[in-house]
C-alpha cells in the first residue's frame, strides 16, 4: 500500500537547469497538489488538480508549471531552476466523497537550486 | 494577514504537562479544520479533524469556535514522542478543497 509517492527524494540543480517531480498516488484519489516548504513557513500550495486532465494555480505558481495526464500522476516542472526554487517539496492527494476530505502527503522531495 | 496563524513557539514543556496551541483562521466562509503533525524532515499527517462539537481521540483534544474563527489543540499528560510541529490546517471550501495551512507550532517535551 504505497499511499502516495515521490521522486526523486534528493536533487542538486544549477541555476537555468530544469527538471521534473513526478507525483504518484494508487488511492484513486481525484485531487492532488503540490506544495512547497520553507524553513520557518508553513506549506505553500503552487498548483493544484481537481482531475485528470486539469489543473489549477496555487497561492505561489510563478516558476512552474504541472501536466495531470493521468489521474494518478501529477507531474511539476521547472523550466529555469532558481536559487529562491531551493525548498522542499511535497505532493498531496485526496478525494471529494465523504465529509472530512483528508490529504495524504508523500515523503517530500529536497531540492536545492546552485 | 495571513489566513491561518499560529504561534510558532517553540512550546518547550517538561513530560506530563498539558499544552494549549491556538489557530486562528480568516474566512468565515472556511468548512472543515484539522490538526496535522510533522517531525522533523518528514510529511505532514493527519493528527485529528475538528469538529464543531468538539472532538478528543486519548490525550489529544480538539475545538472549533466558529464565532471566534480560531481552532485549538490541547494535549494532555505530553510524552517525548509529541515532540512535532503541529500544523493547523482550514479547507476554505472552494474548488479542489483546498488545504491552507498554518506556519506551524513546534513542540518540545523534555525528560
Known amino acids: 500500500n504505497a499511499g502516495v509517492t515521490q521522486t526523486p527524494k534528493f536533487r542538486v540543480l544549477k541555476t537555468g537547469q530544469s527538471m521534473t517531480l513526478l507525483c504518484a498516488q494508487d488511492?484513486?484519489?481525484?485531487?492532488m497538489y503540490w506544495y512547497r516548504q520553507d524553513p520557518g513557513m508553513g506549506l505553500r500550495l503552487i498548483h493544484y488538480?481537481?482531475?485528470?486532465?486539469?489543473?489549477a494555480k496555487g497561492e505561489v505558481p510563478d516558476g512552474y508549471n504541472v501536466s495531470r495526464l493521468k489521474k494518478q500522476n501529477f507531474l511539476l516542472g521547472l523550466e529555469s531552476a532558481a536559487p529562491s526554487q531551493t525548498s522542499v517539496y511535497f505532493c498531496?492527494?485526496?478525494?471529494?466523497?465523504?465529509?472530512?476530505?483528508?490529504?495524504?502527503f508523500g515523503q517530500g522531495t529536497r531540492l536545492t537550486v546552485v | 494577514r495571513k489566513e491561518v496563524e499560529q504561534d510558532p513557539g517553540p512550546f518547550n514543556v517538561p513530560e506530563g504537562a498539558t499544552v494549549a496551541f491556538n489557530c486562528t483562521y480568516s474566512?468565515?466562509?472556511?468548512?472543515?479544520f484539522f490538526w496535522y503533525r510533522q517531525d522533523c524532515r518528514k510529511e505532514p499527517k493527519l493528527l485529528m479533524s475538528v469538529y464543531s462539537s468538539g472532538n478528543e481521540d486519548g490525550r489529544f483534544t480538539a475545538q472549533l469556535n466558529r464565532a471566534s474563527q480560531y481552532i485549538s489543540l490541547l494535549i494532555r499528560d505530553s510524552k517525548l514522542s509529541d515532540s512535532a510541529t503541529y500544523l493547523c490546517?482550514?479547507?476554505?471550501?472552494?474548488?479542489?478543497?483546498?488545504?491552507?495551512f498554518g506556519g506551524g507550532t513546534r513542540l518540545m517535551v523534555k525528560p
Open positions: 474566512n468565515s466562509a472556511s468548512q472543515s
Open positions: 498531496a492527494s485526496s478525494s471529494p466523497a465523504g465529509g472530512q476530505p483528508e490529504a495524504f
Open positions: 488511492m484513486n484519489h481525484e485531487y
Open positions: 490546517v482550514v479547507n476554505m471550501g472552494n474548488a479542489g478543497n483546498m488545504l491552507t
Open positions: 488538480s481537481v482531475g485528470e486532465g486539469t489543473t
